[in-house]
């Protein structure tokens, strides 16, 4: 049995829009853990809790919590590989012990979506989780192979379009420099389709950072992966906000952006594009190395 709020067990990450969310931790780890360039659950082996502990934690919440907080993100990273049946069970208690919740979120694979029934999908969001955030990282299947992501441009497609009918709202994540100097322009063309394609109500942005020892870092080390510029960063961004005809919100709401982006697609495609079209021009003309990115 629980008895202190020091024994919660908190999720080690979260996406930076549920910065003031009330955190749950569901599944410890990634099932998938092979993407290339994330080491985010390397070091905690994917396992499932037993209801009675996440019930333990939920009943904990307010004392964590306070009562006031009315979103809660559900961690770690693939909460929807529980099946309908556990998720609802978790989120009939959430709702008991805050029924004033207003939103709950989970990472979800766009793999594990696709193969979840609608009907599943359709009973997990009546019981009240309100927001997917999926990684596309990249629309290009090429550059999804060589970083490991385990899906395909098309299966992202069928995952988030499901996640709409459904009833979710859909929150693809989008990493600028994935597919390095080498693959910048199918990674730009890929990303247009499968974004436009899906429609979704969210475009989030981040931009490649290698963490030493990662594969990425050592495919750099070896010469078969080369960085992207400052400038190609900014360019391969414009090229995507140019060619997205969706009605998403964009936002690059992460410290490892080089423009900082705010805006509702189509009304602020030309607000946006002139902002990152400034990140070029400054680009060109001082000498922005890699260490500049957060100072633009
Ligand atoms: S990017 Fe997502 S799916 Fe890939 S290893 Fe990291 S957490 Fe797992």
Known sequence: MVSSPHSFDFPPYRPPSEAQSMLLRVTHGCPWNKCAFCSM?????????????????????????????????????NSLLLSAADLVEILEHLYRVFPGLKRVTSYARAKTVMKKSLEDLKVIREAGLTRLHIGLESGSDAVLKMVRKGATADEIIAGGLKSKDAGFDCSIYVLLGIGGMEQTMDHRQGTIRVLNAIDPHFIRV??????????????????????????????EERDIVA???????????????????????????????AALDQGVAYCKTHEVGYADYRYL
Do not use: C, Q
């Not at 410290?255 to 946006?272: F, T």
């Open 243 to 273: 060619g997205l005809n969706v009605t998403s919100r964009f936002l690059n709401d992460h410290s490892s952006n080089i423009v900082p982006l705010d805006g509702k697609l189509p009304e602020d495609k030309e607000r946006m594009l």
């Open 206 to 235: 981040r931009t490649l950072t290698p963490i030493p020892k990662s594969d990425i870092a050592k495919w750099i080390e070896e010469g078969s992966f080369t960085l992207v510029t400052p400038l190609v960063s900014i360019e």
């Open 41 to 77: 659950y390397r070091k905690y082996p994917f396992a499932r809790k037993t209801m009675a502990e996440i019930k333990a934690d939920i009943d904990l919440m307010p004392e964590v919590y306070g009562t006031n907080a009315n979103h809660v993100f559900l961690g770690d990273s």
